[in-house]
């Protein structure tokens, strides 16, 4: 049996999983569109058009 890494274990308890994947999923079961943007950037080059994370997105 081999050992898990501390990467495979950190992603299995982390916070996406836990808590942000089953809120986009609970959401998407409702027919929201749901986006993950964990990677987002910000300003007027942003990836998501917003400048900055206390602006909310909703579509």
């Known amino acids: 049996m081999s050992q898990l890494s501390v990467r495979e274990v950190t992603a299995s308890y982390g916070e996406l ?3 942000e994947q089953a809120a986009m999923d609970l959401l998407a079961g409702l027919c929201w569109t749901v986006k993950n943007l964990y990677g987002e950037t910000f300003g007027n080059a942003g990836t998501e058009g ?4 206390r602006q909310a997105e909703a579509a």
């Open 17 to 19: 999983l836990l808590v």
């Open 50 to 53: 917003r400048v900055s994370e």
